[in-house]
């Protein structure tokens, strides 16, 4: 999630709903539902429309192409993620249409209220109203470790009742396996299918225990990254107040994760907790959704070192589809982004990291990303190239990391 500047106008509507929904029962949990459909509708917004021209060319290579998304919010709103909706900008439906092998979905346990790139503390919590105005369980209007689970048994749940459309994938075994099935083609009755992995977006989600990335694992959470857009006990933030590197407990964090074959992504780190995880890595690192400063200088985006840096893992770099980090409003900008990454880091380290439903205004959903193919042969990549950056990087790091 980039950003949820404008949550905040759910604010006391949501607290209301909430508060009376202990009372009021169904009618009030409805009522609260409709104003977190309607921030999402707000906040989430895809500037241009679909249907999404592109070339006969482009249209052809991305046909072939096993494409990956590293970061989508879509389980903070709670939409049936089978059905194709209109609004939002990520769906199973859409993910099919277009031609999406995998597409990571994140779990966003805690948003400061005023949220920006610069600077934020933890001492209020827009997600908290969400909870209270979905209905979620209880116990998650407490515990940020109970919204993480939460999010995760229903993206299963969708999964178990998706007749095949949806696998989640826990492991390298579970990922070849759904390579092999995209790879005997589909009918027009059963398209190919697709697959979502679970990601964590920010430590906080671990409730202030190291022993809890267990748990996450159990859950099927496969990524996760120190912070998000404060600092915790575990690291610090880009955006956060000290913005300091990891504490003995984020490197002890980082050690568990690498044993249980969870990725470590440092999108939304800051410089000093970037650093530290890739002194100590020794598994490949993901900035999953990302800008870099090289096109839109900003506390958000990586440097060149760092781009550099997570290549030296053997890692990958998700390119952010929003304006804050590509410097523009329009795929061109995506794929000049996407070019300057690569000509830092390499052609072997760059994919995609859309942020897809994560607040932010972007100018395709996920029905458009042919776009990005035919920007990229623009900008002159050769098939093999743009087969890389569009899901082949990705899927090297997932089969590498994952656990067996």
């Not at 949990?29 to 021209?53: D, H, M, Q, S």
């Not at 998700?318 to 982004?337: E, K, M």
Request: glycine share 12%; with cysteine; hydrophobic share 45%.
């Amino acid at each position: 999630m980039a950003r949820v500047d404008r949550a905040v106008r759910l604010g006391v509507a949501a607290a209301t709903v909430g508060a009376a929904g202990a009372a009021a029962g169904i009618g009030a949990r409805v009522g609260g539902r409709y104003l977190v459909g309607r921030t999402e509708r707000r906040l989430c917004v895809t500037t241009v429309a679909p249907p999404y021209p592109a070339s006969d060319r482009a249209r052809a290579l991305h046909a072939k192409l096993s494409v990956v998304d590293l970061h989508a919010d879509p389980l903070l709103w709670g939409r049936d993620l089978l059905r194709r909706s209109r609004h939002g900008q990520v769906d199973v439906p859409r993910l099919i249409e277009g031609n999406v092998t995998l597409q990571v979905f994140a779990a966003a346990t805690k948003s400061p209220r005023h949220l920006n790139i610069e600077r934020n503390d933890d001492r209020s919590d827009d997600i908290t109203l969400i909870a209270l105005a979905s209905g979620w369980p209880p116990a998650t209007w407490r515990s940020l470790l109970a919204r993480a689970r939460h999010m995760a048994d229903r993206a299963h749940a969708m999964a178990d009742s998706s007749g095949g459309d949806l696998t989640i994938i826990r492991s390298s075994a579970d990922l070849r396996s759904h390579l092999a099935r995209r790879s005997m083609g589909g009918t027009v009755d059963r398209p190919v299918p697709t697959a979502g992995l679970l990601a964590i977006e920010g430590a906080h989600a671990l409730d202030d225990d190291v022993a809890n990335v267990d748990v996450l694992f159990d859950a099927g959470f496969r990524m996760l990254s120190p912070s998000h857009f404060f600092d915790n006990a575990f690291g610090g933030s880009a955006h956060g107040i000290v913005k300091g590197g990891l504490t003995a407990a984020g490197r002890e964090m980082v050690q568990r994760l690498e044993a249980r074959g969870m990725i470590v992504d440092v999108a939304h780190a800051s410089a000093a907790t970037i650093d530290d995880v890739l002194a100590m890595a020794t598994r490949p690192v993901t900035a999953s959704h990302t800008g870099v400063r090289g096109t839109a200088d900003n506390a958000r985006n990586l440097s060149d070192a760092h781009l550099r840096g997570i290549a030296a893992t053997g890692g990958v770099v998700g390119i952010g589809f929003w304006d804050t980090a590509t410097g523009g409003d329009d795929v061109a900008a995506i794929a000049r982004s996407i070019a300057y990454a690569v000509s830092v880091a390499g052609i072997e380290h760059v994919g995609l990291g859309s942020d897809f439903d994560g607040g932010v205004s972007v100018p395709i959903d996920a029905t458009g990303l042919v776009q990005i193919t035919d920007a990229l042969l623009d900008l002159g990549f050769d098939d093999d190239a743009i087969a890389r950056v569009m899901g082949g990087n990705a899927l090297r790091v997932l089969a590498d990391v994952l656990p067996g």
